[in-house]
Nanobody, 124 residues
């Protein structure tokens, strides 16, 4: 089992940048596909991006392509989400998640462990 703790959320102006971190405790972090999702009130959790076990493959949702970057440092048991050119529509609670799958999925149900979430608010 793995526990996930996100950090780095906050308030940022339109066009600004923010970096989220998700530190994992427990065993075998490097064996998990790691994903980032976001959710706003009344909506389903939405895929943002994900990275495979060795960091060599990433996948992004269309709304964030070219603006967000997922990376990981297996030595630090940490996955990151760098968010640039932020828009008001990026306002949400952001969650990191871990999947025991060997394949990178964009579906929340394929992820086995979740963090508690961190609020990101983009103000105009």
């Amino acid at each position: 089992q793995v526990q996930l703790v996100e950090s780095g959320g906050g308030l940022v102006q339109v066009g600004g940048s923010l970096s989220l971190s998700c530190e994992a405790s427990g065993r075998a972090f490097s064996s998990y596909v790691m994903g980032w999702f976001r959710q706003t009130p009344g909506k389903e959790r939405e895929f943002v991006g994900a990275i495979n076990q060795d960091g060599g493959r990433t996948s992004y949702a269309d709304p964030v392509k070219g603006r967000f970057t997922v990376s990981r440092d297996n030595a630090k048991n940490t996955v990151y989400l760098q968010m640039n050119s932020l828009k008001p529509d990026d306002t949400a609670v952001y969650y990191c998640a871990a999947s025991t799958s060997r394949i990178v999925f964009a579906t929340a149900s394929r992820y086995d462990y979740w963090g508690q979430g961190t609020q990101v608010t983009v103000s105009s």
